[in-house]
């Protein structure tokens, strides 16, 4: 398909077990955005990556949250031991150069519920 | 630091109506503005954008100006359709690091 792609679409897990999240970019899109969407909030920003450069982690919320890109295009991000805090739409995005007043392309998220 | 205040919603409408759905921001440097529309099982989508001072970003009926001495980025449409239902956000990006920063969304409903 031409957008972003996010798998599982929906993910049910207990507290405490390991989750990874996938987000496949538009192709040759270079700037890949992770966001979280809880509910009543906005969407809050956890990790970019652009080409080759090393990747803002800034927004992510807690060392049991991370993100790795390979060969520049697919994305994975991996959550350890998680918390019903974890609850919310993990949404992917990408975007052609990276420039910030490209617009983003969003997948349809990742809804994770955490029992 | 760099933030986006949107009205709450949600907002409910008959059709044909007027919109307004405000948005304020507070940025360092000279942000570009954006309104995203996420409709009912979909993802986001960028509605509209300006990047500049007194810009007028346009798309399907809906409008919103840059407005630097007021910091704002107010969504107007004229005339409402029930396929407008949708929730929409507004955002900026700052000429400082790599985010978008969103605000927290207004959900509009439109009957017929």
């Known amino acids: 398909g031409a957008g972003v792609s996010q798998s599982p679409s929906n993910k049910v897990t207990e507290k405490g077990k390991d989750v990874e999240l996938r987000c496949d970019p538009i192709?040759?899109?270079?700037?890949l955005y992770w966001y979280r969407q809880s509910l009543g909030q906005g969407l809050e920003f956890l990790i970019y990556?652009?080409?080759?450069?090393?990747?803002?982690k800034s927004g992510l919320p807690s060392d049991r949250f991370s993100a790795e890109r390979t060969g520049g295009s697919v994305s994975t991000l991996t959550i350890q031991r998680t918390q019903q805090e974890d609850s919310a739409v993990y949404l992917c995005?990408?975007?052609?150069?990276?420039?910030?007043?490209?617009?983003?392309?969003f997948g349809n998220g990742t809804r994770l519920t955490v029992t | 630091g760099n933030s986006v205040t949107q009205m709450e919603g949600p907002v409910t409408l008959s059709e044909e109506a007027f919109l307004t759905i405000n948005c304020t921001y507070t940025?360092?440097?000279?942000?570009?503005l954006f309104w995203y529309v996420q409709y009912p099982g979909e993802g986001l989508q960028l509605l509209l954008k300006?990047?500049?001072?007194?810009d007028k970003g346009s798309n399907k009926g809906f409008e919103a100006t840059y407005r630097k001495e007021t910091t704002s980025f107010h969504l107007e449409k004229g005339s409402v359709q029930v396929s407008d239902s949708a929730v929409y956000f507004c955002?900026?990006?700052?000429?400082?690091?790599?985010?978008?920063?969103f605000g927290t969304g207004t959900s509009l409903t439109v009957i017929p």
């Open positions: 192709s040759g899109h270079t700037a």
């Open positions: 940025a360092t440097g000279y942000p570009s």
């Open positions: 990556f652009q080409g080759n450069s090393a990747p803002d």
């Open positions: 955002a900026l990006t700052a000429n400082t690091g790599n985010q978008f920063y």
């Open positions: 300006a990047t500049k001072a007194d």
């Open positions: 995005a990408s975007s052609p150069i990276g420039q910030l007043n490209s617009p983003l392309h």
